[in-house]
């Protein structure tokens, strides 16, 4: 199922959780909210659920408006951040709540339920735990049955709020890889929140990046890491350098030399220049490039990160050599980025 | 500094009293006021209710409660209860509902009106009906006029029953509601759950034991209630006389044996809320714990 958000906004007592915002996702996809806290990411999720109403826009599932549907009829899959299971219930009436409250024929009957009970338990792999309560579950086990549980009504999307979110790093990473296989094996569109952007990069088909109630930018990990469209999405998404530079016929200056990158199409006058650590190009000789005195120098995993002082401001950009590369043992590098992008002066 | 390594090998219980300051007399001294404070004005009244009724035999204890004034007495109290506590539950869980879950102007006021009646002499309380539906009363003529009788009747007792009782149940659930928020109930919608059903497989289950407690309490003051009863009943024995109203009479004309045995039924009634409120509070307590209001 396609889902489609269109121009919303919504407003808490005149307070904008979110402005504007627009979205594709296509059927089948596996796509990441991710962003800082308060960004809006659980508000867009519960409005596409339609536990919110939009302040204005609309959503349509396929070709269907639902904007106007309630939650029942959306028939959307819902994981909460805490579980929000029912305590009083036992796990295979909590997967078979769904079934339970269908009416008429639509309703399957007791052991119908209890079989795809247990069949959903195994496709979440804790077989046997039928009986048990949530409160005798591990914390991993409970996300599981939070899923299991949204999936059994055969939703036409399935939303995860911050699915990993309450869990220890090791049961994190495992139940990443075991959302991506459970995905791949059924095919439900499905969007999940996260804050963790090595989660979001590494499981998403896409990642939605947000910030401040607007999406930022929209794309493959590729997208994202390489060519970042903000300075937003250069500072949140890893590392990345950002200097004070001009631009003077058609050509970036630092402070009054040329640094050899062609700017041909830029408005002249102040602008910021960001680029990732690992996107440069080491030099020689310095005819057009940014050079530095070393001020520090650290060996992180394979590689070598450098701190450099550049220009009279004595500017900090960071830098990362190959760990043997000769440069790490001079007192000053020369250097060009390879991937970069120019953004108006803050 | 305490040394932790000398601390470390002395007997768990020595290092517990350790840190009580009061000496084992002292304690004992203290144990004992409360113990006598209780046995006097509680235990000790209880003995003697129980004894004054059966003080001529089983026999006139038996006599003085299957008479006819005594039955209509204990019949209208039932009565009254068994309108007034299902309003209150059904009062209790709107209002706590409405409180707990919802954002509305007003709420603060609603919260606060709950708590009214503990704050009101239920003496006042009752004189406010008699102000309303009294022959001098604001809606007097009216009622008069279209023959409904509410004053010194039924209704009235009931009404004035059902203003004392009201926060029992809200007081009870407000803050257990509160402290469960919206989670489960959006999560059943989620499933294609209808508000019916929600409230039925989820909401309730999740308050149950509250509701109980509350509902005990509720019952418990609406069977014993005397004050605003008093007020509005007008005291016409075998009509409009609950128990307490029937104690007090019968114990205004010297019938102990009378007096003591309906209230040795009022007392029992106490006492088994007692256990059952301990029960809930033994099984139930970390649920209920949220809720000690008052
Ligand atoms: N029910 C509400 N009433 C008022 N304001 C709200 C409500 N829900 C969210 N907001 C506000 O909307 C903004 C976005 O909130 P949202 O919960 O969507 O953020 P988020 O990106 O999910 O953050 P987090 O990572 O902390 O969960 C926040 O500023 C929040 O205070
Ligand atoms: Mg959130």
Same mark, same amino acid.
């Given at each position: ?17 979110? #402005? ?44 269907? &408006? ?20 029912? +305590?009083?219930? =036992? ?46 579950? /591990? ?21 995860? @709020? ?10 994190? +990473? ?8 459970? #995905?791949? +094996?059924?095919?439900?569109?499905? *969007?999940?929140?996260? #804050? ?8 998403? &088909?896409? *990642? ?14 590729? @997208? ?53 650590? #690992? ?7 310095? /005819? ?5 005195? *070393? ?7 394979? =590689? ?43 | ?13 020595? !290092?517990? !009293? ?75 869980? !709107?209002? $706590? ?27 006042? !309380? ?8 009294? $022959? ?23 009404? $004035? ?26 999560? $059943? ?106």
């Amino acid at each position: 199922m396609e889902v489609r958000v269109a121009n919303v906004r919504k407003e808490f007592e005149r307070f904008p959780a979110l #402005h504007d915002v627009s979205l594709d996702i296509k059927s089948g996809e596996l796509i990441a909210l991710l962003g800082p806290s308060g960004s809006g990411k659980t508000t867009l999720l519960r409005l596409i659920a339609g536990l919110e109403r939009p302040t204005r826009g609309k959503i349509f599932f396929g070709d269907e &408006d639902a904007s106007q549907k309630s939650i029942q009829e959306r028939n959307v899959g819902f994981v909460f951040q805490h579980y929000a299971l029912f +305590r009083h219930m =036992t796990v295979a009436d909590n997967i078979g709540f769904g079934l339970k409250v269908r009416h008429g024929p639509s309703r399957p009957p007791a052991q119908e339920i209890r079989r795809r009970a247990s069949e959903l338990l195994d496709l979440v792999q804790l077989s046997g735990l039928e009986k048990r309560y949530p409160a005798q579950l /591990s914390g991993g086990q409970r996300q599981r049955v939070a899923l299991a549980r949204a999936m059994a009504i055969e939703p036409k999307v399935l939303l995860l @709020d911050e699915p990993f979110g309450a869990l220890d790093a090791q049961v994190r +990473r495992e139940l990443r890889r075991w959302l991506r296989e459970i #995905h791949d +094996r059924t095919g439900h569109t499905t *969007v999940f929140v996260t #804050h963790d952007q090595e989660e979001a990069l590494e499981l998403a &088909d896409r *990642v939605v990046v947000m910030s401040q109630g607007r999406i930022e930018q929209v794309g493959t990990a590729d @997208d994202i890491y390489d060519t970042p469209n903000s300075p937003f999405v250069y500072g949140f998404i890893g590392e990345s350098n950002a200097l004070p530079v001009k631009v003077e016929n058609g050509e970036i200056w630092l402070a009054d030399r040329p640094i050899g990158l062609a700017a041909p199409h830029a408005p002249e006058g102040d602008a910021t220049l960001y680029f990732r650590p #690992h996107d440069v190009e080491l030099l020689d000789g310095c /005819s057009g490039c940014i050079a530095g005195t *070393v001020a520090a120098s650290r060996r992180v995993a394979g =590689t070598r990160r450098v701190e450099l002082e550049i220009g009279g401001q004595r500017q900090r950009v960071e830098i990362e050599l190959p760990v043997g590369h000769p440069a790490a043992q001079k007192s000053r590098v020369a250097f060009r980025p390879g991937r970069w992008k120019l953004f108006p002066a803050a | 500094m305490a040394d932790p390594e000398i601390k470390s090998y002395e007997p768990y219980h020595e !290092s517990r !009293s350790a840190a009580v300051t009061e000496s084992r007399p002292a304690q004992a001294v203290l144990m004992a006021i409360a113990f006598a404070f209780l046995g006097i004005f509680l235990l000790l009244p209880l003995i003697i209710v129980f004894h004054e009724a059966l003080a001529k035999g089983i026999g006139a204890y038996t006599q003085a409660l299957v008479e006819p004034d005594a039955r209509s007495a204990i019949h209208l109290t039932l009565l009254v209860a068994a309108i007034s506590v299902p309003l209150n539950v059904v009062f209790g869980i !709107s209002a $706590a509902w409405a409180i707990a879950k919802f954002e509305f102007k007003g709420k603060a006021f609603l919260t606060t009106l709950i708590d009214l009646p503990f704050s009101v002499s239920p003496v006042i !309380s009752g004189l406010v009906y008699v102000l309303l539906f009294g $022959a001098q009363g604001l809606l007097g003529g009216w009622l008069k006029m279209h023959g409904i009788q509410i004053l010194f009747a039924v209704p009235g007792i009931v009404l $004035a029953t059902v203003f004392v009782t009201f926060p029992f149940v809200a007081r009870e659930l407000i803050p257990l509601m509160q402290e469960q928020g919206n989670g489960d109930e959006e999560a $059943a919608l989620s499933l294609g759950a209808n508000g019916w059903q929600t409230f039925w497989y989820v909401t309730l289950p999740n308050i149950k034991w509250g509701l109980l407690y509350g509902v005990l309490l509720c019952n418990a003051r609406a069977m014993g209630e005397f004050g605003a009863v008093s007020v509005v009943s007008g005291h016409i024995r075998g009509l409009t006389n609950t128990m307490p109203l029937h104690v007090e009479i019968l114990y205004n004309e010297y019938n102990a044996v009378g007096a003591f045995a309906v209230a040795s039924l009022l007392a029992g009634l106490a006492l088994v809320t007692l256990v059952l409120k301990t029960l809930l509070e033994m099984r139930y307590g970390a649920e209920l714990a949220a809720t000690r209001g008052h």
